[in-house]
C-alpha cells in the first residue's frame, strides 16, 4: 500500500507539473501573440515569465524551441545584444541542428566584439547554407566588402550550368545576382560587374529552367535604386559598362 500510495502520489505530482507547464506554454503563446500586435512590446516580460516557469515539465520540446527562438528574435530585434547571445546559445544547446541561429548568434558576437567567435559561427552557417543572402551582407561587416563579394561570386558564377543529369533546379536568382552586381559596383569592379551579367544573360538565354532571371532588367532596376538614392555616378557607370540593358528590341530587355 505504501509503494502504491508513493508510486500515485509520484504520478500525481508529475502529471500536475507536466500540467502547469502546458498552461504556461499556453501563456507564452498568448504573449507572443500580443507582440506581434503594434505596440505589443510591453508582453516581452509575461512572455519570458511563462516561458521559465513552462520549460521544467514541458511535455511539447517543439513548443518550446519555437517559443524560445521567439524570445531571441525579440531580443536581437530590440539589439540587446549579450541578452540575445545567451538566448541563442541556449537554443544551440536544446537543438544544435538549428542552424538560423547561428547567423543571429554572429551578428551578437559582432556587436559584442567576440569578432573571432563570430567569424567560426558564420562561416559554420554559410558552410551548411550558403543561399542566405543576409549571411554575406554579415561577412561583409566583419571581413570586409571584398570578402562578401569573392563568397557571393563563387556561389553565382559556379551554379551558372545546366547537367543533363540534373534532379532539381538551383541556379542564381534574381536577388543574388542584384546583391552581387552592388557589390561589385561598390568596389568600382566594373569589368567583373559586365562579365557576371553577361554571364547570366547568356545562361538563361539557353537554360530551360522554371524561373528564368532577366539580367538586364536587374541592372536597370538597380541603376533606377542609385538614382533615386543620391549616387548618380554609380548609376552613370551602369549606363556606361552596360549599355545593351538599355537598348530596345536585344534579347534581355
Known amino acids: 500500500a505504501l509503494v502504491l500510495c508513493a508510486v500515485g502520489w509520484g504520478w500525481w505530482e508529475w502529471a500536475r507539473g507536466a ?33 521559465a516557469l513552462a520549460r521544467p515539465r514541458c511535455l511539447w520540446p517543439d513548443e518550446i524551441l519555437h517559443a524560445e527562438y521567439g524570445v531571441g528574435l525579440f531580443l536581437h530585434h530590440q539589439e540587446h545584444w549579450a541578452r540575445a547571445a545567451r538566448q541563442f546559445e541556449r537554443i544551440q544547446q536544446m537543438a544544435p541542428e538549428f542552424l538560423k541561429t547561428r547567423l543571429y548568434l554572429a551578428e551578437s558576437y559582432m556587436h559584442l566584439d567576440r569578432r573571432q567567435e563570430a567569424a567560426e559561427q558564420l562561416d559554420e552557417f554559410m558552410s551548411r547554407d550558403p543561399y542566405e543572402l543576409e549571411a554575406y551582407a554579415l561577412l561583409g561587416k566583419l571581413a570586409g566588402h571584398e570578402a562578401a563579394m569573392l563568397a557571393l561570386e563563387d556561389h553565382v558564377l559556379s551554379r551558372l550550368h545546366q ?7 538551383d541556379f542564381p536568382t534574381a536577388n543574388e545576382v542584384s546583391v552581387l552586381l552592388n557589390l561589385y559596383v561598390m568596389l568600382g569592379r566594373w569589368q567583373r560587374a559586365r562579365e557576371m551579367i553577361m554571364r547570366v544573360r547568356d545562361f538563361y538565354a539557353e537554360a ?23 549616387t548618380p555616378e ?3 557607370g551602369l549606363r556606361e559598362i552596360i549599355p545593351e540593358a538599355w537598348e530596345r528590341g536585344r534579347e534581355g530587355r
Open 19 to 51: 500540467y502547469a507547464s502546458t498552461v504556461y506554454l499556453n501563456q507564452s503563446r498568448v504573449a507572443r501573440f500580443r507582440m506581434a500586435q503594434p505596440g505589443g512590446e510591453d508582453a516581452f516580460d509575461e512572455l519570458e515569465r511563462s516561458l
Open 163 to 169: 547537367d543533363e543529369d540534373w534532379i532539381a533546379e
Open 234 to 236: 554609380r548609376a552613370r
Open 208 to 230: 530551360d529552367v522554371t524561373r528564368p532571371v532577366d539580367a538586364f532588367a536587374e541592372v536597370r532596376r538597380l541603376e533606377r535604386h542609385y538614382e533615386q538614392s543620391a
